[in-house]
């Protein structure tokens, strides 16, 4: 992986288009205030630095520019920016996705960036947390809690939004006679 600095502001824009299907950079999150100059000096910057690219717009989609023929051009994000904000390309799981725009997903098929599952880098919390969740006995919240210093809703969270939705892993869930949940991926 590549070691690019990039503030807070090319951040959240790279992980908002590498959340999209088509990896579109366009609209910018509203969490940003970003209006006129500023705006287009940071989409100029991450054009230059090839972490996005220009393309000719979709119907109905936003666009940044419009070229010197009339052709509306919109930005969509490069592997060198996926792979900017920690998307492993070469690690990461090609799923099928479907074209239509009004598919469904297929159960235990994850729906992610352009189709790709990235494998959690080694030494990270999410990498933690899975580790926890595969041994034989699974994980208790408490446990979870303690190794990532996360509190007790951001575990459940990651249970259900990552765990099981993102990365498509079914988690059962046993409460032993000592009356303890512990969460556990399975086999």
Known sequence: ??????????LVILTAAAGRDDGAVLPIPNSLTLRGEA???????????GLV?????????????EADDGQRLALTITAAGL?????????????????????RREAGKPETPFGRVPAP????????????????????????????G???????????GHVRKKLGH????????????R???AA
Not at 1 to 10: E, G, I, N, V, Y
Not at 39 to 49: A, D, E, I, N, T
Request: proline share 3%.
């Open 39 to 49: 705006r287009v000096k940071v989409l100029k910057s991450l054009l230059k630095r």
């Open 183 to 185: 969460y556990r991926i």
């Open 121 to 148: 880098r080694s030494g990270t919390k999410n990498a933690l947390v899975l580790d926890l969740l595969c041994r034989k006995t699974g994980a208790t919240v408490p446990e979870i809690m303690a190794a990532t």
């Open 150 to 160: 996360w509190q007790a809703h951001s575990v459940r969270g990651f249970l259900s």
């Open 53 to 65: 690219e220009e393309s000719a717009a979709t119907a109905g989609a936003e666009h940044w520019r």
């Open 83 to 103: 792979e900017s904000i920690g998307v492993d390309l070469q690690e990461a799981v090609i799923v099928d996705v479907p074209k239509s725009p009004k598919r």
């Open 1 to 10: 992986m590549t070691t690019t600095s990039l503030s807070d502001t090319q």
């Open 170 to 181: 079914d988690v059962l869930s046993d409460k032993g006679e000592d009356g303890v949940r």
